[in-house]
């Protein structure tokens, strides 16, 4: 037991290490396309990347923050891929003289409002991200510290229908619990955003959960030994927990081909060994047979906790550790 009890304070001092490290909270934008129905923004200084795909040809997306002086309003743009669609990001600011430059524009500036025109950038090298993990392909940024406070628009624009792009807002790196616990899920959209199929993206989760099953069933079956179903249950999990980190190892993977190798890969390494090892453990406890003592149930859900904290097994793994930890004891 006091190796299991180090196992989990290592866990949890990598997370109070990695905590800090910057990341984005996902969001998917839809529907936006006019002022009447602009994409509210709330807390415009936490980082969050929403999400967006143009339907038609110079479709433009609106979004709105409001800002107090003092803050800071940082964007930056994104496409999808070396080849994606290379839009133009345009901040509309409240209080301040227009030019004639932004007069030109096509799109409409509200009276009392001022435009900054940041034209794309088609990008030269892809960023690694390794939270996702992915490639980052930036076209634009801004950045301004705010002296007028008020409502302020920032529109993305494009030239063709189907194009898609990602708008990163905000600088402090802050997450509620229930975002955090959210990311592989939004991660997943993030993925088909990017162009991958739902196939493919979960063929190795798939694959390793599947297989894993059948063997240990043979195993079992070969023992001719009756399992209770927390067994089952306990399996399962730690199969969704290994599951997990495959997916996770073939997105870096995936991603490293496209931007080259990149120091920031040992936090993926970090996000795929835990729920690994977390994963084994499980299938060890399940293999035991050992009597489902309280110290048992909750090892269960320390794991089950840490699969939250560490985004291991796509929710569902942590869930069903949950669940075995409480159900009550059988018979085998």
């Known amino acids: 037991m006091i190796r299991q009890i180090f196992v989990i304070l290592s866990c949890i001092l990598v997370l109070l290490c990695i905590m800090p490290v910057l990341a984005h909270v996902p969001i998917m934008a839809e529907d936006n396309n006019q002022f009447a129905t602009a994409f509210v923004i709330d807390n415009p200084e936490k980082s969050q990347v929403i999400y967006g795909q143009f339907h038609e040809n110079n479709d433009v997306a609106y979004y709105r923050l409001d800002m107090n002086s003092g803050g800071r309003l940082d964007l930056a743009l994104m496409t999808n891929g070396y080849e994606g669609v290379v839009s133009d990001l345009i901040v509309m600011s409240p209080g301040v003289q227009d030019t004639a430059e932004n007069n030109s524009r096509t799109i409409p500036v509200p009276d009392g409002y001022s435009a900054k025109v940041i034209h794309g950038q088609k990008p030269q090298k892809a960023e690694y991200e390794p939270f996702a993990p992915g490639a980052i392909f930036q076209t634009a940024s801004y950045s301004s510290e705010i ?8 529109t993305v624009n494009s030239p063709v229908a189907d194009a898609k792009y990602s708008l990163v807002v905000g600088y402090k790196e802050e997450f509620t619990p229930a975002e955090w616990a959210l990311v592989p899920v939004n991660v997943i959209n993030t993925h088909v955003w990017e162009g991958q199929t739902v196939i493919s993206l979960f063929a190795p989760f798939l694959a390793v959960v599947i297989l894993g099953i ?3 069933g043979r195993r079992e079956q070969r023992k001719k030994t009756t399992r209770p179903a927390s067994f089952w249950i306990i399996t399962t999990a730690g199969l969704v927990y290994l599951g997990g980190a495959a997916l996770t190892l073939t997105q870096m993977f995936y991603a490293l081909g496209i931007t080259g190798y990149s120091g920031s890969v040992m936090l993926t390494l970090i996000f795929a060994l835990i729920p690994t090892i977390l ?7 399940a293999r035991s047979g050992a009597s489902r003592t309280i110290a048992n149930r909750l090892l269960l859900a320390a794991i089950g906790g840490l699969g939250l904290v560490f985004w291991c097994g796509l929710i569902v793994g942590p869930v069903l550790a949950f669940v075995a930890a409480a159900i009550p004891e059988e018979k085998q």
């Open 147 to 154: 002296t007028t406070p008020g409502t302020y628009y920032v």
């Open 214 to 216: 059948i063997l240990i």
């Open 279 to 285: 994963g084994i453990w499980m299938l060890r406890i």
